[in-house]
């Protein structure tokens, strides 16, 4: 027993000695301590609005030192935002020392000050929209005096002789280093010394060269030559889904709320730009359909779309009708790359693809920067009418990923693989899978969500991305140079409160659109008759079930809920256009007849019942029902079993859409002018034979070209 107590009584006095001697310090964990240094470094530097050009051999240094960490120690620098900001201010501080050394005094300029103004003009050309806001809110004076400068040297050209403005060129070319001696330091100044160049006449410049023959045209090319050993950073723009959403509403950006952005981005020099879009790109909106997508495929033409990504809703007018805009057959060819590297001819083996469709695109900038864009669509085959379907199959695209990733890293030396992606993937295992492959962007489409996250995948920071539908969201990936290596910094949803350009619309992409627009205004603006209350989109594919029914004289109508894309509000003016938004796809009236027990069976399926002459539960194994659907459920493959027992079937060339937009009209020429799913559909006589729906049914078997 004293054993023990004399046991407890040395512990007691053990805790104690430890409990008022100096606290034990552990030593630091070696991860952390060069983090630390790191930090240090970055706090360091001074604040952004303080950031001046002597301090950016220090934020080059801390950048440095940032890369040299492995990514277990980046992850560690807590701070590296603010390096992040200061570097993006850099070009703002160029810009302000740029018209600094221009005269305060409009009165004090002279032709000697062209090419300083011309650079800062450029300069501030080349900056991002964040960069600019910056130098709006923080310099807005400089800004100021750049434009009351400019204003200035206008008026002295105009008063300019011929000499003087020839003169004044050849002092910008006179003051050339040799062309042994030049560097990227020089850009600026010999762009800005072209563009002198090219203002002036013919005769001018003819006069010029004879002083001059080959200066400024070797400068131009040893600048070429120097861009091509030093690399520019990268930015990809992305949207999804956009189904034909050509107008800009609501939240929607449109055509030329999108080109705003993309074709400034596309001009600026110091960056190279790729712009992607996912799938499901052309059917949708009436002013894209009715064109059957000429309208949407002509505005990315000028957009600067550079890859188009083939989704299940392209095969919508049938693969042909989509390969058209490629392969010579339409008056609208498009200028950039359609790619489904999964999507082949069926019995091949998966070894033939059809003609226009390619794998990947390879991207090669000016300054030799390569990027691969592979394009795959999901197993989307069962959302796709069999009709349009029939004679294709879809690759496992995982393996197909696989194939192509290994491909091009054995066939080209690229700095970057973006894997474009036409499915949904949630849960990130598709980005994870391609990733490990090599990828180094993931983008995703199908599902009209907003994505972005970025994984961490063995130590590399993948982008996975997909940005909304219908044009809401543009996403934008931004790639940092860093000794001479592209490094992924973020990406961004943007929307107008990300970038103001996004409020406005490109004046370029209103042009093209103008004459599309014209030809279907009536349909697209004139009311066919108002909202009497909320209809939501449940609502609405109860009725269009019953419409079909009731007008084909069928004793059951089904439609899929899915194919029911918009609702109504209460006052709404309903055009046509709002109708066929709300049923955009063009699929045909089926009538048919099946026994009582294939009847049940359609009512549990991912079908809706919209109409019901008897109740279902009174219905008869083996009796035939007349039953009415379109031909996507028809030809849909969870229907074939169903469709092989049917008898009597014919198919309509009726459209579901069209048919709808007659009964909302009837429906409002009939009683106050309001349209309701409450009030019960009345069967048009004759609709077969006189053709009411003529003047807005749309097009067929021919295609609308506008010319421009």
Request: hydrophobic share 45%.
């Amino acid at each position: 027993m004293k054993k023990y107590v004399s046991l407890i009584l040395l512990l007691i006095i053990s805790l104690v000695i430890v409990a008022c001697d100096d606290p034990v310090i552990t030593p630091p964990n070696s991860d952390q301590q060069a983090a630390n240094v790191v930090i240090v470094q970055i706090d360091a530097l001074p604040a952004p609005n303080d950031l001046k050009s002597y301090s950016f051999p220090a934020v080059v240094a801390a950048r440095s030192a940032f890369n040299a960490l492995t990514p277990v120690r980046q992850q560690l620098v807590t701070n590296i935002q603010t390096l992040i900001v200061l570097e993006n201010r850099k070009p703002v501080v160029l810009i302000v020392d740029k018209i600094a050394n221009l005269p305060d005094n409009p009165e004090n300029l002279n032709l000697s000050h062209a090419a300083l103004l011309i650079e800062a003009r450029q300069a501030v050309d080349n900056l991002s929209q964040e960069q600019r806001n910056i130098l709006q809110t923080n310099h807005a004076n400089v800004l100021t005096k750049l434009n009351e400068l400019e204003l200035r040297m206008v008026e002295i050209l105009n008063n300019a002789s011929d000499q003087e403005r020839i003169d004044a060129v050849v002092a910008l070319l006179n003051a050339f280093p040799a062309l042994n001696q030049i560097t990227l330091d020089h850009e600026d100044q010999i762009n800005a010394a072209n563009t002198a160049f090219m203002r002036l006449t013919s005769a001018q410049r003819a006069a010029v060269l004879l002083i001059h023959p080959t200066t400024l045209e070797d400068a131009l090319d040893r600048i070429k030559e120097l861009r091509a050993q030093q690399k520019s950073p990268l930015q990809i723009f992305y949207f999804n889904d956009f189904h034909g959403a050509i107008h800009r509403d609501g939240g929607r950006l449109g055509a030329a709320g999108l080109a705003n952005v993309l074709i400034p981005e596309q001009n600026r020099t110091n960056i190279n730009t790729l712009t992607i879009t996912g799938g499901d790109m052309l059917h949708g909106e009436l002013i894209s359909n009715y064109f059957r997508g000429a309208s949407t495929i002509d505005a990315f033409n000028h957009m600067g779309v550079d890859v188009f990504i083939i989704g299940n809703h392209e095969f919508n007018w049938g693969l042909d009708q989509l390969l058209q805009f490629w392969n010579g057959q339409h008056s609208v060819q498009a200028n950039f790359a359609l790619l489904g590297a999964n999507i082949y001819y069926a019995n091949t083996s998966f070894t033939q693809r059809p003609d226009g469709i390619e794998p990947y695109m390879i991207r090669e900038f000016a300054d030799g920067t390569k990027v691969g864009v592979i394009g795959l669509i999901g197993m989307l085959a069962g959302s796709i009418s069999f009709q349009h379907i029939d004679g294709y199959v879809f690759r496992d695209p995982l393996q197909e990923a696989q194939d192509q990733i290994q491909h091009l890293n054995n066939q080209y030396d690229l700095d970057k693989i973006v894997v474009a992606f036409h499915e949904e993937d949630r849960n990130d295992s598709f980005a994870t899978a391609v990733a490990q492959m090599g990828a180094d962007v993931v983008l995703t489409a199908h599902d009209h969500q907003q994505q972005n996250r970025v994984l961490d995948v063995n130590g590399r920071r993948i982008p996975s991305v997909q940005s909304h539908s219908h044009g809401r969201s543009l996403a934008h990936i931004e790639f940092d140079l860093v000794d001479n290596n592209l490094v992924f910094n973020r990406t961004r949803l943007l929307q107008t409160a990300h970038d103001n350009r996004l409020a406005q619309d490109h004046p370029l992409v209103v042009e093209v659109l103008r004459p599309y627009k014209e030809i279907v205004h009536d349909l697209e603006t004139v009311s066919i008759a108002t909202a009497a209350h909320n209809m939501s989109q449940n609502d609405l594919t109860w009725y269009i079930g019953q419409v079909m029914a009731i007008q084909f004289n069928g004793q059951f109508g089904f439609h899929n809920s899915g194919g029911t894309r918009a609702s109504l509000t209460n006052g709404q003016q309903i055009t046509v256009a709002d109708v066929l938004r709300i049923m955009p796809f063009e699929n045909r009236i089926v009538v048919m007849e099946l026994q009582g027990h294939r009847v049940r069976a359609l009512s549990g399926s991912d079908v809706s019942m919209g109409y019901e002459s008897i109740p279902r539960n009174s219905v008869i194994d083996n009796e035939w029902y007349v039953v009415v659907i379109h031909d996507f459920i028809l030809f849909r493959s969870s229907f074939v079993n169903v469709r092989q027992h049917a008898r009597n079937l014919v198919i309509h060339e009726i459209i579901v859409g069209e048919l709808l937009a007659e009964a909302v009209r009837q429906q409002g020429q009939r009683g106050n002018g309001t349209f309701s799913t409450n009030t019960r559909f009345e069967r048009i006589p004759d609709l077969l034979t006189t053709n009411n729906i003529a003047e807005f049914i749309l097009p067929k078997e021919q295609h609308y070209e506008v010319s421009l």
